[in-house]
Structure formats: C-alpha cells, structure tokens
C-alpha cells in the first residue's frame, strides 16, 4: 500500500516580488509608532532593515561589537551571515541614529535589540509583522495602512530602490 495514497498535493510555492512604493514607504515608517505601538526594538528593526537593506535575523541579532560608529560601519561575521561570509555594511546618519536610539533603552547587554539572554528572534519580528498585516472590518488596510508585506519585501524594496539610482549590480 502506498503511504502517499488519498493524500492532497501540496500548494505550489509562489514567489515573492513585493516591493513598496514610495508612498507605501513613507505610510509605513510614519505609521510605525502606532502600528507596532507594543514593540519599539521591532519598530526599529523595521527601519534598519529599510535603511541598510540587511536580512531582519541579521538586524535583530546586532550586537553592540559589530558596530563603529566612528567609521559608521556594521561588520557581521561569517557566522551571522546567510552564506557564511563575514560582511561590512556602511552605515549612513539615519541608520547610526536609529541604532543609537535603540541603544539607550538596552543598558549593558551585548544586544542591541535584546530578549532574554539572546536577542530578539527573527521569527519574533516576522510574526509581530504578520499580526500587524491582519486586515479586519475596522482596519481594511492592516494596522500598517498599506497591503500586506514580509520582512523580505523590505530587503527586496532597499535593493530595487538602489539598483533604481544605478548602484552597481555586484554591490548590491
């Protein structure tokens, strides 16, 4: 007898090619304090992920050693990274601002967005995202007044808007 017998084929996978719009963008980083009014570091995660094009796992899981401010730069090493690589991300005024601003509610952890003994989970950004996306009969829009997107999409919208202003392809 075969074990797959009667069971339904899975749904196919459909990529994502979300990218925001300006005005979806600017909806959205206004928006945020009342949106995430609950998670400030998500508040800022969501901003960084904007502003440095980085991968949200790599934003929540900053640590205040990867970043000099002097030079304005954030150096992950090979173990944060999705294909293992150490990687240096330049950070521009807003992004060293918004870190700066997450930094003074931390007090002494090595994390910058902090929980418990590590830092913020990933999947916790993602599902804080996910909820506030949850269309209902007083929001029609979401809490973000915008249709809905993923965490990914904020890296897909940064590096469209750059190749956009013509950065190099092997930069982006």
Request: hydrophobic residues 40%; proline residues 6%.
């Amino acid at each position: 007898r075969n074990i797959m017998e009667g069971m339904e084929k899975p749904t196919e996978s459909v990529p994502r090619n979300r990218v925001l719009t300006d005005g979806e963008i600017a909806t959205l980083w206004n928006g945020l304090p009342a949106a995430l009014a609950r998670s400030v570091q998500c508040q800022w995660i969501v901003k960084l992920c904007l502003v440095t094009a980085q991968r949200v796992g790599e934003v929540a899981g900053m640590k205040r050693a990867e970043i000099d401010f002097q030079k304005r730069l954030w150096s992950l090493p090979g173990e944060r990274t999705k294909n293992g690589q150490p990687h240096t991300v330049p950070l521009s005024a807003l992004a060293t601002d918004i870190i700066r601003a997450a930094l003074e509610d931390v007090g002494e952890s090595e994390y910058i967005f902090p929980c418990g003994e590590g830092s913020l989970a990933p999947a916790a950004v993602a599902r804080t995202i996910l909820r506030g996306n949850e269309v209902t009969d007083q929001l029609p829009a979401g809490r973000f007044g915008i249709e809905p997107w993923s965490a990914h999409d904020l890296r897909r919208t940064a590096l469209t808007g750059m190749a956009q202003l013509g950065v190099a392809p092997i930069v982006l």
